[in-house]
């Protein structure tokens, strides 16, 4: 089974960036789907965006539509999330997944349950 190691978090302030990766073991990261999670205190874990095994179409949710970019090299084995203009609203663990099935939309691609393998978290922080 593939193993997921995300790395890249920390405490940042507001209008900073930051690149968040996504390390896959023992598995070819080209035949999965990938996404990333986040969780806040107290809240469910929330969808914020998935790139196609061939990285032809992605997908952002609204609260992070212009401002997160996610990115993959297959050859390297890793995905990226890169995060301009934090807002403090941002703040939350970020959790990267994957799944071997194919991207069959966004409604498909927001649920959680979709994923099979996660990654351990990395806490970022945005500071007003």
């Known amino acids: 089974q593939v193993q997921l190691v995300e790395s890249g978090g920390g405490l940042v302030q507001a209008g900073d960036s930051l690149r968040l990766s996504c390390a896959a073991s023992?598995?070819?990261?080209?035949?999965?789907?990938m996404g990333w999670f986040r969780q806040a205190p107290g809240k469910e874990r929330e969808f914020v965006t998935v790139?196609?095994?061939?990285?032809?179409?992605?997908y952002y949710a609204d609260s992070v539509k212009g401002r997160f970019t996610i990115s993959r090299d297959n050859a390297k084995n890793m995905v990226y999330l890169q995060m301009n203009t934090l807002k403090p609203e941002d703040t939350a663990v970020y959790y990267c997944?994957?799944?071997?099935?194919?991207?069959?939309?966004?409604?498909?691609?927001?649920?959680?349950?979709?994923?099979?393998?996660w990654g351990q978290g990395t806490q970022v922080t945005v500071s007003s």
């Open positions: 023992r598995g070819t990261v080209s035949i999965y789907t």
């Open positions: 790139v196609t095994k061939s990285a032809d179409r992605t």
């Open positions: 997944a994957a799944t071997e099935r194919n991207y069959r939309g966004f409604s498909y691609a927001t649920k959680s349950s979709v994923y099979d393998y």
